[in-house]
């Protein structure tokens, strides 16, 4: 009984022998066609992907991480984190990011898969998610839009700055001291136009004075101005009666 147990314990094992090495080729079939078709997602230039350069140095100094794995990963997360922003993209897991390409200088392309992993999602949902969440990523990494470049995507325009005094009171107040300093300009004229007529007669009364005051030479002889307000007599035309001394 012994020796029939065992010859039929053999011959099972020899028949499941088989059966599990072709399993196993089966398996690493499936890896390398997972593989092969991965590799044929993300490429160079390839539809849907795109580019990375990180300036890591640049940016830090001596304060500059090295990128390896953990980066990697880190950078898978926040790519599947900003997906999720999308709509009809809240799944998206971290095994959809590709990356391929990795250069020392820190370059690579990826891309974003959809969950069956057989063909990728369009550029411009990347592109969108990207955008929306850009300063997320640069702060996982200490970098910005020039040291983290998506080169296939805008940079991120910074979000305009709310003043903190309200437009209304600002375009009130320039009407308003327009307003208060053209007052003051037709005030200031006003009050010089006044006092250019009260200097006006004066001066022509100053001038006349100066007229009657004047003496003027003929031949070397001065001669008196004629009086022409009080007169003035010609000793010339005067009488012999006149000019002689009463006795």
Same mark, same amino acid.
């Given at each position: 009984?012994?020796?029939?147990?065992?010859?039929?314990?053999?011959?099972?094992?020899?028949?499941?022998?088989?059966?599990?090495?072709?399993?196993?080729?089966?398996?690493?079939?499936?890896?390398? #066609?997972?593989?092969?078709?991965?590799?044929? #997602?993300?490429?160079?230039?390839?539809?849907?992907?795109?580019?990375? $350069?990180?300036?890591? $140095?640049?940016?830090?100094? +001596?304060?500059?991480?090295?990128? +390896?794995?953990?980066?990697?990963?880190?950078?898978?997360?926040?790519? @599947?984190?900003?997906?999720?922003?999308?709509?009809?993209?809240? &799944? &998206?897991?971290?095994?959809?990011?590709?990356?391929?390409?990795?250069?020392?200088?820190?370059?690579?392309?990826?891309?974003?898969?959809?969950?069956?992993?057989?063909?990728? #999602?369009?550029? @411009?949902?990347?592109?969108?998610?990207?955008?929306?969440?850009?300063?997320?990523?640069?702060?996982?990494?200490?970098?910005? +839009?020039?040291?983290?470049?998506?080169? $296939?995507?805008?940079?991120?325009? @910074?979000?305009?700055?709310?003043?903190?005094?309200?437009?209304?009171?600002?375009?009130?107040?320039?009407?308003?001291?327009?307003?208060?300093?053209?007052?003051?300009?037709?005030? #200031?004229?006003?009050?010089?136009?006044?006092? $250019?007529?009260?200097?006006?007669?004066?001066?022509?009364?100053?001038?006349?004075?100066?007229?009657?005051?004047?003496?003027?030479?003929?031949?070397?002889?001065?001669?008196?101005?004629?009086?022409?307000?009080?007169?003035?007599?010609?000793?010339?035309?005067?009488?012999?009666?006149?000019?002689?001394?009463?006795?």
């Amino acid at each position: 009984m012994a020796k029939v147990a065992l010859s039929g314990g053999w011959n099972f094992f020899s028949l499941c022998l088989p059966c599990v090495f072709h399993s196993e080729r089966m398996l690493w079939l499936l890896f390398f #066609l997972v593989t092969s078709v991965r590799a044929e #997602l993300c490429q160079p230039d390839a539809e849907n992907a795109f580019k990375v $350069r990180l300036s890591i $140095r640049t940016a830090l100094g +001596d304060k500059a991480y090295a990128w +390896d794995t953990n980066e990697e990963y880190l950078f898978k997360a926040m790519l @599947a984190f900003s997906m999720r922003k999308v709509p009809n993209r809240e &799944t &998206t897991d971290i095994s959809q990011v590709l990356l391929c390409n990795v250069t020392q200088r820190v370059s690579f392309w990826f891309v974003v898969t959809d969950p069956s992993k057989s063909h990728t #999602l369009p550029a @411009a949902e990347v592109q969108t998610a990207i955008r929306m969440n850009r300063n997320r990523i640069n702060n996982a990494f200490f970098l910005n +839009d020039q040291t983290l470049e998506f080169l $296939r995507i805008p940079s991120t325009l @910074a979000p305009p700055t709310e003043p903190s005094v309200p437009t209304w009171i600002i375009i009130f107040g320039v009407i308003f001291s327009i307003t208060v300093v053209a007052t003051m300009l037709l005030i #200031l004229s006003g009050i010089r136009e006044r006092r $250019r007529k009260n200097e006006g007669p004066s001066e022509m009364e100053n001038t006349e004075d100066k007229c009657e005051n004047t003496v003027t030479i003929e031949n070397g002889i001065p001669c008196d101005p004629l009086d022409m307000k009080g007169g003035h007599i010609n000793d010339a035309f005067g009488t012999e009666d006149e000019r002689l001394t009463p006795l």
